[in-house]
């Protein structure tokens, strides 16, 4: 099994900026791909960002310039650097890892950081 633990969510104006970060833990072989999502209510979860082992990079159109992801391999950590954040930027963020526990290759799940971009 692993464990995420993310930190870093809370309320900020906009214009502001945030910085989250998930710690991964468990029998961890290795990790692939590091990524956070976000989701409002009654829409769908969506990519904000992630980074694989080689250090690749993906953002979502919506963030790209104002959001900056990396990660930290030997505390099998991710970090998500937000900047100029919008109303819009307001949602659950979830960390998401791609990791092999022993010989079994999966997706896990943190469980979730409020982020809200609010006057």
């Known amino acids: 099994q692993v464990q995420l633990v993310e930190s870093g969510g809370g309320l900020v104006q906009p214009g502001g900026s945030l910085g989250l970060s998930c710690a991964a833990s468990g029998r961890i072989l290795n990790i692939n791909t590091m990524g956070w999502y976000r989701q409002v209510p009654g829409k769908l979860r969506e990519l904000v960002a992630d980074i694989t082992s080689g250090g690749r990079t993906r953002f979502a159109d919506s963030v790209t310039g104002r959001f900056t992801i990396s990660r930290d391999s030997a505390k099998n950590t991710v970090y998500l650097q937000m900047n100029s954040l919008k109303p819009e930027d307001t949602a659950v963020y979830y960390c998401?890892?791609?990791?092999?526990?022993?010989?079994?290759?999966?997706?896990?799940w943190g469980q979730g950081t409020q982020v809200t971009v609010s006057s």
């Open positions: 998401n890892v791609d990791a092999t526990i022993e010989v079994t290759r999966g997706s896990y």
